[in-house]
């Protein structure tokens, strides 16, 4: 299994919960973007810069990723391409993107770019907050867990 994370938009927080996560359990986490970024020196975390523009990153996870892997992400589109290769997408507020939901999810926002090509202030997320990031810790530690499990260690 492996991690594979949405680099560009993701908060630092939730990048430093990955590389905890990637010490404690000797697992894997990559962290595409198409800017350079800074990673702690460890054997189980790197970065990849895939050269700039719209979507590299999200084609390098998406041809990278196998079933089984994780991927962080906020990007409703990735998230339906990587639930499409058997990976598990994850929300950084800690939400997983499941097969049930996505489609939902991108007919909303199909519907909310249309609402601002209309000149309709949407507004944007909410701020990320403490409550996002423990869901998001909560949401990881249970699938790894559930893993560790399963595999019988």
Not at 15 to 20: A, E, G, N, P, Y
Not at 36 to 44: A, T
Not at 116 to 140: E, W
Request: proline fraction near 5%.
């Amino acid at each position: 299994m492996h991690i594979w994370v949405d680099a560009d938009a993701c908060p630092a927080v939730i990048k430093d919960i990955l590389f905890r996560v990637a010490e404690r359990v000797q697992l894997h986490v990559t962290l595409v973007a198409n800017q350079l970024i800074r990673v702690p020196g460890s054997r189980f975390i790197r970065a990849l810069q895939v050269p700039a523009g719209a979507d590299a990153a999200d084609a390098e996870i998406v041809e990278r990723v196998c079933a089984g892997d994780i991927v962080v992400t906020a990007d409703i589109p990735l998230a339906a391409l990587v639930l499409e290769k058997g990976g598990l997408p994850l929300n950084p507020r800690g939400e997983w993107y499941t097969k049930d939901t996505i489609a939902q999810q991108l007919t909303m926002r199909s519907f909310m770019e249309e609402l601002r090509g209309a000149g309709v202030d949407t507004g944007g997320p909410a701020a990320f907050s403490q409550g996002d990031r423990q869901n998001f810790a909560n949401a990881l530690d249970r699938e790894l867990a559930r893993r560790k499990r399963q595999s019988g260690s």
